[in-house]
């Protein structure tokens, strides 16, 4: 059978923490901008949306002024506006709206729910993007690794990694200015993907520490873990360990491999997803594995190759084990959805409580359903885990490798499910 405690392992060992990095104090403090052109993934797609290639400020200021064509119905203000700026944020539009910015038929609305019908007219203007004061807060941090370059940190679910709208304090990053003793510091009021329940994703960060890119700050996260994924998180603390760890996250050379508890068993033991993700334009708060999406402009590359390590509740269940090649949003959610079994307690991808029961329920005898009907109604979360983690030092070269066990609700849950016997 196989046994977590057997991966767990640390092949360096702690430093000294230091008590002060005045070089991290003026990365994190540092918000400036930067002008770049944001690469076009597929050079052969173009719509008619606004494209902002050279808008580093977040889509601040950006002006439309556009009469609404709908085949048939209405759609929601908010809905219809995210659909004519590429790549913008719902959370942002709604921003705009409350913040009297938009008008429609020449008259101010402030309600984001508002109806617009075909043949109406828009006028539009983002707001500007407003900085967040990040606190340090005496937040207790599992730390792995600590040198006087890099931070690795065992992050628990249910935490946000950095501060965004909704979250502004409690976040590791408000635990890591205490941690390193920095005075608190103010960041550019990040674009709002998800909604405020999910604003982190696993992403690598392919923009230097402490830059506004795309109006997105976030001092030191090299990547980002959601916030309902517990594991094992690397922290830059100055611009160079950021630029090369940033370097192999961009280049696939970093070893991520996470486990997962997933409602169903796939088809195959083994094998390899390699199918693009982007935006659900139906539910602007999840991914969507998009096969065949060469021409859709909003897809990005990614590749998850995943194991099944054990089947667990007579199949209801199973331990899944996933080695990322590429670092997108929500990848192996949505990788998991596509193959047809949902993370346990994923509500935002399919696998809620009454459809991990109702599989459970199907795959095991009645004398086990009401244990099986507790053991669902304990979950809190997505049962996915970041249990290795392995990069090369920014400094030395040295080659790292961590591994952490998942915490006491996965474990418990995995056992659970161990016992279930028909």
């Known amino acids: 059978m196989f046994s977590l405690n057997a991966l767990a392992w640390n092949c360096t060992n702690p430093l000294p923490r230091k008590p002060l990095n005045f070089s991290l104090r003026r990365l994190i403090i540092t918000a400036c901008s930067c002008t770049t052109t944001i690469p076009a993934e597929n050079p052969d797609f173009s719509d008619s949306r606004v494209q902002l290639p050279n808008r580093l400020s977040g889509y601040s200021g950006t002006h439309i002024e556009e009469t609404v064509n709908l085949d048939s119905g209405k759609l929601r203000l908010d809905s219809w506006i995210a659909s004519q700026i590429n790549g913008i944020s719902r959370a942002r539009v709604q921003s705009s709206i409350r913040s009297g910015l938009v008008f429609v038929n020449g008259n101010v609305v402030s309600k984001v729910s508002h109806v617009v019908r075909d043949g109406d007219m828009v006028h539009c203007t983002i707001s500007e993007l407003q900085p967040l004061r990040a606190e340090p807060e005496d937040i207790p941090l599992d730390v792995v690794f600590e040198d006087e370059h890099v931070l690795v940190v065992n992050k628990p679910a249910h935490m946000v990694v950095h501060p965004a709208p909704g979250n502004a304090t409690g976040t590791l990053v408000n635990g890591i200015l205490h941690h390193c003793r920095l005075s608190a510091a103010l960041f550019l009021n990040p674009e709002a ?150 993370l346990l307690g994923d509500d935002v991808y399919g696998g809620t409580k009454n459809m991990a029961f109702s599989l459970l329920q199907s795959r095991n005898s009645p004398s086990c359903h009401r244990q099986l009907f507790q053991l669902v109604s304990e979950l809190e979360r997505p049962c996915l885990h970041a249990l290795i983690l392995g990069f090369e030092h920014p400094r030395t070269g040295e080659h790292l490798r961590f591994s952490q066990v998942p915490p006491l609700d996965f474990v418990e849950i995995l056992d659970q499910l161990r016992n279930i016997v028909n």
Request: a positive charge.
């Open 193 to 342: 993907p998800f909604d405020d329940n999910d604003v982190s994703a696993d992403e690598a960060c392919e923009f230097s520490i402490g830059k506004a890119y795309d109006g997105d700050v976030r001092p030191g996260i090299v990547h980002r873990l959601d916030k309902g994924t517990s594991g094992l998180l690397v922290v830059a603390k100055d611009e160079h360990s950021h630029a090369h760890l940033a370097g192999q996250f961009k280049e696939h050379s970093i070893k991520r491999v996470y486990v997962s508890l997933t409602c169903g068993v796939p088809s195959s033991t083994s094998g390899c997803v390699d199918i693009p993700i982007g935006r659900d334009v139906n539910n602007r708060i999840r991914m969507i594995a998009l096969p065949g999406s060469s021409t859709r402009g909003n897809a990005r590359h990614a590749v998850s190759r995943y194991k099944v390590l054990e089947v667990l509740a007579g199949g209801g269940c199973a331990l899944v084990e996933w080695r990322l090649e590429t670092g997108r949003t929500h990848q192996i959610r949505a990788h998991a959805k596509y193959l047809g079994v949902p």
